[in-house]
Structures are given as structure tokens and as C-alpha cells.
């Protein structure tokens, strides 16, 4: 698939089918979450801390899980229930990139 200045997020997900949680930055030692040693991961760690108790309980209740849509996925709508509030990686995410084309090729969508 080529990558066209045209294409955008809306109504897509293809990169939010499988995450399983926002993929944050972030370690969970002794059921408390902590940044990761060496990463740059205060951004994403105090986004979360921020956000909406009901995303930090999905995040939470989905820690570890992958090859099924995100937690923070509204998948009838087809986008971010708290955009705001997303990790860095998603935040930098190329619309049209590379990893884009190839997750809309792996999920039809497209």
C-alpha cells in the first residue's frame, strides 16, 4: 500500500487492534507503577496519573495483555476514549508511515 498525504486516523484504529493497553512507558513493580529506569517514560507516567480513574482502571486491568484491541479503544466509534490522556508513542505515531500502511494492510482497512 502506498503512503498518501490523504490518509488519516479517522475511523481507522488499525494500530490500537492489538496493543491490548496503551502502551506506556511504564513498569508495574509490586502492583504499584513506576516509570521505566532509563527510559524516558515521566511523560507517560504522569499522563496517566491524570487521567479519568475509569483509564487508569482499564489500563491497569489490562496490563501484559497484547493481540487484542486496546483498553482505551472505543471500537464502536472507532477511536481513543481518552485521547488527551495517550501515551508518547501514540502521540508520535506517522500517520501514513511505514507501520501504518503495514497495520492497515494486516486489518483490511483501507
Known amino acids: 500500500m502506498a503512503c498518501e498525504s490523504r490518509i488519516t486516523c479517522d475511523g481507522c484504529c488499525a494500530c490500537c487492534l492489538t496493543v491490548g493497553h496503551p502502551p506506556f512507558l511504564l513498569e508495574l513493580d509490586n502492583g504499584i507503577l513506576r516509570p521505566v529506569a532509563g527510559a524516558d517514560s515521566e511523560a507517560d507516567f504522569h499522563r496517566l496519573h491524570s487521567a479519568p480513574p475509569a483509564a487508569q482502571a482499564a489500563y491497569l486491568a489490562h496490563y501484559g495483555t497484547i493481540n487484542v484491541p ?34 492497515r494492510e494486516l486489518h483490511k482497512i483501507g
Do not use: A, M, N, T
Request: net charge negative; charged share 40%.
Open 70 to 103: 486496546c483498553s482505551w479503544l472505543d471500537e464502536f466509534e472507532r477511536r481513543c476514549r481518552f485521547y488527551e490522556f495517550r501515551p508518547d508513542i501514540c502521540r508520535e505515531f506517522e500517520v501514513g508511515s511505514k507501520w501504518c500502511s503495514q497495520f
